[in-house]
């Protein structure tokens, strides 16, 4: 696949549609991806012909986040937290009102990705899970969207055990916004897309302003989570831990996390 169709942009009208367009990995994240993911919702930002945004995925997954196949091999640690970091804070920060259309499970980053959306469709099959620590890494970077959603005591059960969270628990946890048949998917995105284009551009960036400083931290708090987490996220990356389970992935097997403490202390 050609590198300029791994993001797909779409305009219908008021509409623009941008596709996760890398099925056969699971639409997985690499670095190459986020810079194109970047670039396009710059585009759909300053188009002022356009007032909502979608996001999906194609193929049977919205996103199973980061590619731990070699996507992203020989970017530094420092440079994908920072590139990762920007087009989480920038989909967060995005001025139009943007619906997640979750076609399929979201794992990883792209949990993170759906919690930056304002409004989240799911179809049943659908799930989420925070699978970082079955490869010995961590949510870092998507950790300051998730955790003040859910709240300390399920980011920890979900971040912890990794399980599958299905979308009828996400919706029970006020995670979504909806959950619908697969064939129902675009018409419960469309009743979103009828609302807001019946809302005023302006004071829906505002209020999305108005939201994210009301019921988030101040400027200095965000500033230090995000040091933080480019500390923790680099940290991880070079871990020994990180290694194994990366080259377990790779190996297609299962990380033996007993036998992997075992030989650290030889």
Known sequence: MAQQDEIVLTIDKHVATITLNRPKRGNSLTSKLNELLLSSLHKVAVD?????LVLTGAGKYFC??????GGSANVSPDVAVEKGMEVYDYLYKFPKPVIARINGPALGGGVGLLFACNVRIATKNS???????????????ISQYIVPEVGQFKANEYMLTGRRVSAQECLQQNCLSAVVEEDQLDQAVQRYVDLFEESAPGAMRDIKELVRIVGGKGESDIKSSQ???????????????????????????????????????L
């Open 48 to 52: 002022d012909t356009v007032r909502i």
């Open 127 to 141: 799930y989420i899970a925070l699978t970082e620590v079955k490869r010995g890494l961590i949510p870092a970077m």
């Open 227 to 265: 040091d933080h987490i480019k500390k923790a996220f680099v940290k991880m990356m070079n871990s020994p831990e990180a290694a194994y389970g990366i080259m377990s992935f790779t190996q297609k097997k299962k990380p033996d996390w007993s036998e992997f403490i075992k030989s650290s202390k």
């Open 64 to 69: 199973t986040g980061m590619d731990l196949g």
